[in-house]
């Protein structure tokens, strides 16, 4: 499975923001639910949010509304949209698939997000 995230770039706070992970390849069945991480500078990679095949949403704690994680099937797309960044929201962003047993495929590249006015 291929996954390519898009959407990144100099954001104002509070926004808006809204990236796009598009996963290709002949595994990309297998991908039962698909999520956003990032690193923040000085942290470690850290979960956002999960969507699963059927929709359902899964949301760290620390998110608090701010993001909002959505899928187009047809397209094999997930996104991640927020209307309140704050500065501290820099980093780089990724996506990941899940497949049945938990298990995840490689990671894209990211896609840097800067929060700055």
């Known amino acids: 499975v291929q996954l390519v995230e898009s959407g990144g770039g100099l954001v104002q706070p509070g926004g808006p923001l809204k990236l796009s992970c598009a996963a290709s390849g002949e595994d990309v069945f297998r991908i039962y639910v698909m999520g956003w991480y990032r690193e923040t500078p000085g942290n470690p990679r850290e979960l956002i949010a999960k969507?699963?095949?059927?929709?359902?949403?899964t949301y760290a704690d620390w998110v608090k509304g701010r993001f909002t994680i959505s899928r187009d099937g047809e397209k094999n797309t997930v996104y991640l949209q927020s209307d309140s960044l704050k500065p501290e929201d820099t980093g780089v962003y990724y996506c990941?698939?899940?497949?049945?047993?938990?298990?995840?495929?490689?990671w894209g590249q990211g896609t840097q997000v800067t929060v700055s006015s």
């Open positions: 969507i699963s095949r059927g929709g359902r949403t």
């Open positions: 990941n698939g899940e497949r049945a047993s938990g298990t995840i495929f490689s």
